[in-house]
């Protein structure tokens, strides 16, 4: 997988082996790092992907009074599917204007450029009520013909920034009421999963949510969350 998706930049870039590319890349600081890091990353992703997930988000947001704000961290939010799954939730949950602000990242920027246009092919909301289309997408015509745009509503509740979640960079100043990891820490070690899960734990809220993978188990946390649901967490 690794020799696939790198050869692409050795094309790109006009070198013919891999340490001439990582030899250029170690001693060039420009935007092939960046390029790299796209290359390797896998965004699989969809629309209310593990649905029950959306189903305990939104009793979730009920359970308050109406008016509270709400702030929410999608952390690995590849091409906007679960972002954007995330504010319909809320706008059905909370009403049209609901006080709730997301914050969307990747370590991507090819995806995360992708999720700030919100444009998707037809095929990628198959499934979705007619009722889901019909509030929050809009559907291309003439030469978009085939395509959907999300509603500018949905977009204007999301900021979409970069966050390395294994850098201990993160730039947030208020905590969380929810938290979105999913399907992503599969891809770190044990030892990093663990520094992972202290870092949204201390950006959560007491009590608050974190929503994690259907591979995802981070039982031996304990003393961090405590299991809710199948792969719901609450901070403790
Ligand atoms: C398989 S997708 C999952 C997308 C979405 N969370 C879902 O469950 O449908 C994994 C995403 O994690 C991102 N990612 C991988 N490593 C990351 C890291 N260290 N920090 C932030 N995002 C990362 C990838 O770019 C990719 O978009």
Not at 1 to 27: A, C, I, P, Q
Not at 59 to 64: C, K, N, Q
């Given at each position: 997988?690794?020799?696939?998706?790198?050869?692409?930049?050795?094309?790109?870039?006009?070198?013919?082996?891999?340490?001439?590319?990582?030899?250029?890349?170690?001693?060039h600081d420009g935007n092939e790092w960046q390029e790299f890091v796209n290359a390797l990353t896998t965004n699989l992703t969809s629309f209310f992907r593990e649905s029950h997930h959306f189903d305990i988000f939104s009793?979730?947001?009920?359970?308050?009074p109406a008016g509270s704000p709400w702030s929410v961290w999608c952390s690995a939010a590849s091409t906007g599917e679960e972002p954007y799954s995330i504010v319909m939730t809320a706008m059905e949950a909370l009403g049209n204007n609901p006080s709730f602000k997301l914050t969307a990242?990747?370590?991507?920027s090819r995806v995360l450029a992708t999720a700030a246009q919100g444009v998707y092919r037809l095929e990628s909301i198959k499934g979705l009520s007619q009722e889901r289309l019909q509030r929050f997408f809009l559907r291309g015509k003439g030469s978009n013909a085939g395509m959907v745009r999300v509603k500018p509503e949905l977009g204007r509740m999301i900021?979409?920034?970069?966050?390395?979640?294994?850098?201990?960079?993160?730039?947030?100043?208020?905590?969380f009421d929810v938290v979105f990891c999913r399907n992503v820490m599969i891809y770190f070690d044990g030892p990093t999963q663990r520094r992972v899960l202290e870092r949204i734990h201390r950006v959560l809220k007491p009590g608050g949510m974190l929503f994690v993978?259907?591979?995802?188990?981070?039982?031996?946390?304990?003393?961090?969350?405590t299991l809710r649901g199948k792969t719901v967490y609450e901070r403790r």
């Open positions: 997988m690794v020799y696939s998706r790198l050869s692409r930049r050795l094309r790109e870039t006009g070198h013919t082996s891999f340490n001439d590319y990582l030899g250029w890349l170690e001693s009793a979730h947001l009920r359970s308050r990242s990747d370590i991507d900021d979409f920034i970069s966050v390395n979640l294994i850098r201990d960079d993160w730039p947030f100043r208020e905590p993978g259907h591979a995802e188990n981070f039982s031996e946390s304990r003393d961090l969350f």
